[in-house]
């Protein structure tokens, strides 16, 4: 089974508008860390956001927040009013903490943003 | 200056060539990562280490091979390479529960 679903290929938003980007996983550690990470065309690896299994508030940077819900296994991304360079692939990563602790990363999602 | 580098940042190789991919870091961390990553398929980890003397293969470590000479350095070699290893590679480095910080990678082309 895939540890990182990302379920959406591709997204289209309009500029200053939310988009919200979709990631669940799948765990039976009790300790592990969600990221999400940006990738521009560019092609860089841009870290945006954590979220510790046992943090109590969801985490937030900026205009990204993330949308944790524990029971549901489920990490969204929420960009608030979007900006063209937005425009990127976005991908949800795991880290589970028991062992040894690799980054397992979802298969992407791209994002769009229109004017 | 760039916190993680990897040289080349382009490479054409043929079939059956020896190629090194190198990776240096100013982090301080201890661990480091190679991944390669390919369109639709997300980021794969190919080897990773955890200190100068751990070694640890990846989900993907068939045909590839790492050397870890000191805390800041960490190559990446392919002995033979084939087509198929034709895709963008990355080095990562992080501590223990930190977030993983990445170069900028190499684009590897096998013809």
């Known amino acids: 089974a895939q540890k990182i679903t990302q379920t959406q290929p591709g997204m289209f938003v309009q500029e200053k508008e939310a988009v919200t980007l979709d990631c669940t996983y799948d765990?039976?550690?009790?300790?592990?860390?969600l990221f999400w990470y940006k990738q521009p065309s560019s092609g860089e690896m841009i870290f945006l956001i954590y979220?510790?299994?046992?943090?109590?508030q969801n985490a937030t940077e900026g205009r990204y927040s993330l949308n944790f819900q524990k029971a549901r296994k489920s990490a969204n991304l929420v960009i608030s009013a979007s900006q063209l360079g937005d425009s990127a692939m976005y991908f949800c990563?795991?880290?589970?903490?028991?062992?040894?602790?690799?980054?397992?990363f979802g298969k992407g999602t791209m994002l769009l943003v229109s004017p | 200056d760039a916190d993680v580098t990897q040289t080349p940042r382009n490479r054409i190789t043929k079939t059956g060539k020896r190629i090194m991919l190198e990776c240096s870091q100013t982090?301080?961390?201890?661990?480091m990562y190679w991944y390669r990553q390919d369109p639709g398929l997300g980021l794969r980890l190919i080897y990773y280490?955890?200190?100068?003397?751990?070694?640890n293969k990846g989900e993907i470590s068939d045909g590839y091979s790492v050397s870890r000479q000191a805390q800041a350095k960490f190559s990446l070699s392919l002995e033979s390479a084939i087509p198929n290893q034709t895709a963008l590679y990355f080095c990562?480095?992080?501590?223990?529960?930190?977030?993983?910080?990445f170069g900028p990678g190499t684009r590897l082309t096998v013809t």
């Open positions: 765990t039976s550690d009790p300790s592990y860390g």
């Open positions: 979220q510790g299994s046992y943090d109590q």
């Open positions: 280490s955890f200190d100068v003397k751990d070694i």
């Open positions: 990562a480095t992080s501590s223990t529960y930190g977030e993983q910080y």
């Open positions: 990563a795991m880290r589970e903490n028991s062992g040894y602790s690799t980054l397992t």
């Open positions: 982090k301080g961390h201890d661990r």
